[in-house]
């Protein structure tokens, strides 16, 4: 041995020719110990030969007898670990990761190649978050970045990407394939055609378009296929000899994440590979790949092009794959896992842990930088990961991400709580605003357990807790416009299984209600640690009513973000607030807090009469900065894409569906506009974006005119925002000055808004210059509204007054300021 003893827990088919010896030829004894496990794999290896090695035989009759795939180590194989190896590289599986952490101190290296669903949230449902987390010596090491994009970022803070090689037998045999040679038939894949379900439907799916003549399925089956058409198990070398045979291959698979080998290789046999449009093979290509098939239909079509001896199109795909197989071949890959292995197994190859767990202890004096501890897993249900970025539909939310932006920037240590499976995505969401002085808080009164089920029984819950049930209803609605039969069954039965809790959930808010009114508060034990640890010296609740056990605090300062009261006007809407407990929570907390704050003057100036009782010289007011930083660097979309076919011509308000929006008056609004266009001869229309869908009564007669897309990132609102006709603002009701026209001011985008004290109070004079309309006169709105589709340049002008007002008033320094006074006072 010239360097380390490494661990490398693996037995897939490729690997264990590519990868395992590859690392003996870098110099490294490395052990791997037999496929043991009950749990049948057509990649594994089963005849396991033992390597050379320098460990003590004892050591070595335990490690070869232990079954580290799937179980969990036992004691006396994780002392052998512990003592012999100095680091550890497990492939693939998350669970054996999480086993494999539980058991070794030592360095961990995390190689995949590949997986259809999150790493991230896998690893966090099986308790792996914390384990990484929190150490040191840790690697995670994907094969591209592409497949990496669906994680949080907690574990691509880890990250380092290197691809994997095909094996020797395929090198081999590098463009050895010529379409004189081949038969007419196109190649097709699926493994396990009978004994899985995900295989089965796609078994049934390749019958369904392709017929049998012509086309062969390769891939390894545990059970015998009675069908000529499935070549099945065969011998290694026989597989490549049917596979060269083949006049083309087709991928009909669409998992973005996720590249079976088989086409790879027949790429490097130098056939010509067809693919289906969204996999993760189409994603190596550029748009306009020849091999692309945008449909499984337009699949098919092309596939019997080829089989029927499309030369032309054969030779146009095999020159644009020259740079997508390359990714792949050993010339390419091994100088990248050379470098990278040595790396991360060097001397100096530890991998700094990010620290983004906080485990509160029993502290009696305070650390150097003040800490705030925020209150936020409630919102982490809301929280959305997609194309790489996290966005939250909920207003609070995103407030609470700009103060802790500016907390951070003045020099606060912070602490946000989380359940267990939501903290990757609140770290991704809450990350980019507070960088390196970000912690995460685990509130779960159990620790990790229980299994899918109850991680999924949990999500419900907590989503039933948090959500509207209309949100659910929407997402429904939205699918069946959509046409996404696929995804309607899941979505029914998460909106039953909702409907459900949240029926339980009423049941227990009755009685929970009667507990505060008496001044019993929940009990949950993480309020008891936060007490007990010197350490934390402020608490942000964000919510009035969304903690209660935070009434519990002690000795602590506490400050309640409280951007309004809507109860106060709305008295017998549940929807809006207005219930007992909701009052009896609120009451406690503001009696709680220190200081209370608030972006509205106009709150501030009725939180004293409200039932809350809060004190007035308790009130902070800190009107709030645009809080779309990100909304700035938008792209255009791609013309695929959800916001790649806009309308001409779209007045946009994003925001969720409560009663004092008055979407209908939105809706409205757009329908007469489109009634004095038509009279008026015009052939535009003019269309209403909201980002929640309205229909029946609620639409006005517009229906066909809106558009609703609820989920978008900072860069994607921002894009709506731009190219928006104008913000049509139509709440009769805020707790802030509405973010939406400090994002619309921000953007350069004409306003068109409600004549209401949120807005006149805080701009003063130069909101005079907004086209500000009663509440509920669509009349008035339309007139404004046509007045900008005739000159949108010349509406923007005048609204400049309020736009230099608003960068002033709102700056984000201003705002800095004074949670600077709040929290130092």
Partial sequence: MTKKRIFWLGMHKVLSQTELPRLRALGYEVFNPPYLSDVYDQSAVYSWVPSDSSLPKEALEILTRTNFFYDEIPADAAEVLNVYFEAAIVTINPLWLVHFLKAYRGRVIYRTYGQPYSLSNELTNIGGLPLIT??????FMPHSEKVAEIEDEWLRSRMMVVPYCLTQDVVDRRDTWTIEAAV????????????????????????????ARGYRIFGAQNVPVDDDQVVGTVERSEFLRHLALMRGFAYHYEEPTVCYLPPIEFMTLGGPVLF???????????????????????????????RKGGGSLSREIIESQAEVRKLYQPEYV?????????RALGDDGANRAPGLIYTPTVKTTAPAAETVLVAFHGFGPLIVHRDGKYHCAEGIARVVRQIIRALSDLGFKIVVTSRRQDAGRIQGFLAPAASSDLRIMLVDDAGPGGGKPMTAIGRLREIASTRPFSANVDHLKGLYRSKDFKGMPRALASTLAVAAFKVLRRAQQRLAGVKVAIGVVPYEKYVDLINADAGIDHVLIPHYYMFPELSRLKDKDVVLYLPDYMPHFYRGSAEMGATQQAAAIG???AGKARRVLTNSAFTASYLPETELAVQAQNIAHIPLPFLNDGSLKAETPATSGPLGKLPRHYVFYPTRNRPSKRLADFARTVAVVNERLEKAGSKDRLFGLLTTPLSGKSAGGAESHLISLPELTDAELGYLYRHALCLLFTSEMEGNFPTQITEALHLGVPVVATNIPLITLEL??????????????????????MAILGDRPAAARRQQDARDVASRQFAYDNFKQGLSELFRQ
């Fill in 587 to 589: 009451k406690s907390l």
């Fill in 764 to 785: 003063g004079d130069v909101s005079a210059c907004l086209d500000l309309v009663d509440v509920g006169d669509v009349d008035g709105f339309a007139d404004r509204v």
């Fill in 276 to 306: 289906k449009d969204g996999s993760l093979l189409s994603r190596y290509f550029p748009a306009d790949a020849p091999g692309r098939a945008d449909s499984i239909e337009d699949l098919v079509k092309r596939s019997e092009r080829l």
């Fill in 134 to 139: 929190e150490r040191n010596d840790f690697w």
């Fill in 184 to 211: 007419p038939e196109l190649g097709l894949l699926c493994p396990r055609a009978m004994d899985i379900p995900y295989y089965t439907n796609n078994y049934r799916h390749l019958k369904h378009y392709f017929p």
């Fill in 334 to 342: 091994w100088p990248l896992f050379d470098a990278a292995m040595t």
